[in-house]
Each structure stands twice: as structure tokens, then as C-alpha cells.
């Protein structure tokens, strides 16, 4: 019975570094930035997030993004280039899909964005012997 339950709070805590990738607002969160550069700022965005499965495994990303504002300030026709992984391309349209930028008189074609994500330095040190 000892060993299920050990096997069941190891199952737990392989969980928990998804969980604090993805809530950068909790207080156990592991630190981590998302920067962009754009030629059409945003008037603001949502809660931005790493992708859980970089963030479980401390990988560092970018990916190149091109789109279209429409004159509510959406963006459309969201097209995902170039990226230093896959694992960073469903996040890259999700974050440009939650911009929202400036009304305009109409449709903005060619926009480019540069989406950069990285974790910051963990919070447990490891050494080795020698």
C-alpha cells in the first residue's frame, strides 16, 4: 500500500512544474519572461503564458509571426514562420490572438512579430563532486 502511494505522489509532483509554467502569478511560480517586438504595438494582451512543455523542461524560444489587423484591432490571418522549436508555435498564435491593438479606418496586411520566450534562472542550485 506504501508503494502505490509513493507511486502516486511521484505521479503528483511530475504535474507540478506544468502547473507553475503555466501560472506565472503564483508564488511557487518559476520566473519566466515573453517579449515581443513588433511593428504594430498592441494596445494591450492577455495574461501571457509559456508553453507547458517548455517550461517543464527549461527551453529558452522564439518564433516569427505574421498577421493582419483588422480595423476592430484583431488580428487575423495569423500565420506562425520561422520558430527555434515546435513546441513554441501554437503558443505564438495564441498570444498574438489575444493582442488587441488600435482601431484603424481598415485592415492592416503584413504585420510581423518577434515572440521570445525565456525562463528564468531555477530556483534550486545543483553542484556536482568531484
Given at each position: ?11 503528483a ?12 502569478s ?10 515581443f ?94
Open positions: 500500500m506504501k508503494l502505490i502511494h509513493a507511486i502516486l505522489g511521484v505521479g509532483a511530475s504535474l507540478l512544474p506544468t502547473a507553475l509554467a503555466q501560472t506565472p503564483s508564488p511557487d511560480a518559476r520566473p519566466f519572461t515573453v517579449s517586438s513588433s511593428d504594430i504595438a498592441p494596445l494591450d494582451h492577455a495574461d501571457l503564458r509559456y508553453p507547458s512543455y517548455a517550461g517543464v523542461r527549461n527551453l529558452d524560444g522564439s518564433c516569427e509571426v505574421k498577421f493582419a489587423v483588422n480595423p476592430a484591432g484583431k488580428a487575423d490571418a495569423i500565420r506562425v514562420g520561422e520558430c527555434s522549436s515546435d513546441v513554441f508555435r501554437g503558443a505564438a498564435k495564441k498570444t498574438v490572438e489575444a493582442m488587441r491593438f488600435a482601431p484603424r479606418e481598415s485592415t492592416v496586411d503584413n504585420a510581423s512579430m518577434k515572440i521570445h520566450w525565456a525562463m528564468g534562472e531555477p530556483s534550486v542550485r545543483t553542484a556536482s563532486l568531484d
